[in-house]
């Protein structure tokens, strides 16, 4: 991506449903004092400081690519470390006895060779957990799709399709478990009950849409929510209690 797309505020709109699978993840890590403990792809931080929590005695640090994230992480009250850094490109200056990342792999093409080094740098017994979106047949994002080819925006964004970026729970213990670790995967599908008028407009905004908002003016960016906005709405209509948004999300924990 050719800038920071990401904007804190936006992204922490659903704040709550989007830390309930953090700690979901980490509670299936068995790390009882671990020394070096990263949180890679760490976004604003507040979920990073819940490592601390658990383990107070550990060196935390965590890492984003997004410098307008990690300027929010650094306000926080807390001893964590945080850094910029490309999750792609980064690598420990030590072994590792925990690694989390919480929905950060699926923007990483090449994140199947991202998480063999990641392994290769854990020390002997170590933990390797990772959480990413497995819903990119899901109607929100076939609506997102079918709008960047559609005459209007064809010219713009008509090669944008991310497909499905990420693996099936059986690649993931394949490929860990191939390479010596005990890895555990699962999948849960949360039906999150979202509030206000365009509400899964809302949410995508700090999400899926941030790479096509990168291309566009924001004027267009705009136009293109306005147009979006229907189909989301028709995809998942409203009750009377609020609007039910399902979605199916991969957990990976391995030991080494």
């Known amino acids: 991506?050719?800038?920071?797309?990401?904007?804190?505020?936006?992204?922490a709109v659903y704040a709550d449903e989007r830390s309930r699978p953090f700690i979901e993840l980490i509670s299936r890590v068995g790390a009882v004092e671990p020394d070096y403990v990263v949180d890679a792809g760490c976004g604003s931080g507040e979920l990073t400081v819940e490592l601390a929590t658990r383990w107070p005695n550990?060196?935390?640090?965590?890492?984003?690519?997004?410098?307008?994230?990690?300027?929010?992480?650094?306000?926080?009250?807390?001893?964590v470390r945080?850094?910029?850094?490309?999750?792609?490109?980064?690598?420990?200056?030590?072994?590792?006895?925990?690694?989390?990342?919480?929905?950060?792999?699926?923007?990483?093409?090449?994140?199947?060779?991202?998480?063999?080094?990641?392994?290769?740098?854990?020390?002997?017994?170590?933990?390797?957990?990772?959480?990413?979106?497995?819903n990119f047949d899901a109607p929100s994002h076939v609506a997102i799709r079918e709008l960047c080819s559609s005459r209007a925006w064809s010219d713009r964004l008509s090669d944008f399709s991310r497909g499905n970026p990420v693996c099936e729970p059986l690649e993931y213990v394949d490929l860990l478990n191939d390479g010596g670790s005990q890895a555990d995967a699962w999948?849960?599908?949360?039906?999150?009950?979202?509030?206000g008028e365009n509400p899964v407009l809302d949410w995508v905004?700090?999400?899926?849409?941030?790479?096509?908002?990168?291309?566009?003016?924001?004027?267009?960016?705009?136009?293109?929510?306005?147009?979006?906005?229907?189909?989301?709405a028709e995809a998942y209509p409203a009750r009377s209690y609020g609007t039910p948004f399902p979605f199916r999300r991969i957990f990976v924990v391995a030991q080494r």
């Open 82 to 134: 945080f850094a910029v850094a490309d999750v792609a490109m980064w690598r420990p200056d030590r072994p590792m006895d925990v690694l989390v990342s919480n929905a950060v792999l699926q923007w990483v093409p090449e994140h199947r060779s991202v998480l063999e080094h990641w392994m290769e740098d854990m020390a002997p017994g170590g933990w390797l957990s990772f959480q990413v979106p497995g």
């Open 187 to 195: 999948e849960t599908t949360y039906v999150h009950i979202l509030q």
């Open 1 to 11: 991506m050719s800038r920071d797309i990401w904007d804190p505020v936006t992204y």
């Open 58 to 79: 550990a060196t935390i640090e965590g890492f984003d690519s997004s410098p307008t994230m990690i300027i929010e992480a650094r306000k926080l009250e807390s001893q």
């Open 205 to 232: 905004s700090g999400t899926a849409l941030r790479p096509i908002f990168d291309r566009l003016d924001p004027d267009e960016q705009r136009r293109f929510k306005h147009d979006l906005a229907p189909l989301l």
